[in-house]
């Protein structure tokens, strides 16, 4: 959803539509209706699944990035976002697939974090302004063909789209969900999860003895380096680089690719 150029501006990806259906008899001039601006697809539930997943990735994602600066997308765990397909169609991009630990998405992911809400809307708020045009009321009152619909729901969800990441700082959004956090931990403190009122991170909690000058302070309690992690536990959040993910492994295991990235262990209660 959201990424940064060289001058610091949002670059977003384009949104994509998926509708119930198999899209083999959609018109030609239903197609060319679409507002450019969104991408539309079909499957018969309307449903991601692992085929769709990995035709986003090559097909979509990577026409719309650079190949030369390494990147990362943050999942969700859906099953295909972890297919050995959609990590080789990112990895044409040289981008990184990172799953989220599971049952979380709600407090960690950025369309979570009111986004989502605004874009559905502002959605409400262009549907409104659209009624408002001499003769598109009498037009709603009549009534619409599926195709009819589908056409203007690109354009509804396109503008809304636009309007919503204007407005909004998505970058700041990634940073309160940890996303956004930096090597030197600058960006530590900036991290408040939604919907969670009180979570810690905390030696404690991992079983770790840490010398209070090794100790740096975030929300809520304190963020730990590797160095000092005796073992990781099955419900403990780990930072790697920056990067959570599930702490399935040893804390020994977590420094493989860059033994310069610092390692936190970070632990919350929902």
Not at 7 to 30: A, L, M, N, S, W
Not at 96 to 106: A, G, I, R, W, Y
Not at 149 to 175: G, H
Not at 181 to 203: H, M, Q, S, W
Request: hydrophobic fraction near 35%; charge should be negative.
């Amino acid at each position: 959803m959201c990424g940064l150029d060289d001058d610091g501006k949002h670059q977003q990806p384009r949104q994509t539509i998926c509708f119930r259906g198999t899209g083999v008899r959609i018109r030609p001039e239903e197609r060319a209706g679409y507002d450019k601006r969104v991408r539309v697809v079909f499957q018969p539930k309307a449903y991601y699944d692992d085929e769709m997943c990995a035709e986003w990735a090559v097909s979509d994602f990577n026409s719309q990035v650079d190949h030369v600066q390494r990147k990362v997308v943050f999942c969700d765990n859906l099953s295909g976002q972890t297919t050995p397909a959609w990590v080789a169609g990112l990895k044409e991009s040289n981008t990184d697939s990172h799953l989220l630990p599971t049952d979380v998405t709600d407090e960690l992911q950025v369309v979570d974090q009111g986004v989502g809400n605004e874009v559905k809307k502002e959605c409400g708020v262009v549907q409104d302004e659209w009624l408002q045009v001499p003769g598109n009321l009498e037009k709603w009152t009549i009534g619409f063909t599926a195709s009819e619909r589908r056409v203007l729901i690109t354009e509804w969800v396109a503008e809304a789209c636009d309007r919503v990441f204007t407005r909004l700082d998505l970058v700041k959004l990634f940073e309160r969900t940890g996303m956004g956090l930096r090597l030197d931990g600058a960006n530590d403190c900036k991290i408040t999860l939604a919907g969670v009122r009180e979570y810690t991170f905390t030696p404690e909690d991992a079983n770790i003895e840490v010398p209070p000058t090794k100790r740096r302070r975030g929300v809520g309690g304190v963020i730990l380096p590797v160095e000092h992690v005796n073992h990781v536990e099955e419900h403990h959040v780990v930072a790697v680089g920056g990067l959570f993910m599930p702490s399935t492994l040893s804390s020994s295991a977590l420094i493989t690719e860059e033994e310069a990235a610092p390692v936190y262990v970070l632990k919350f209660s929902l």
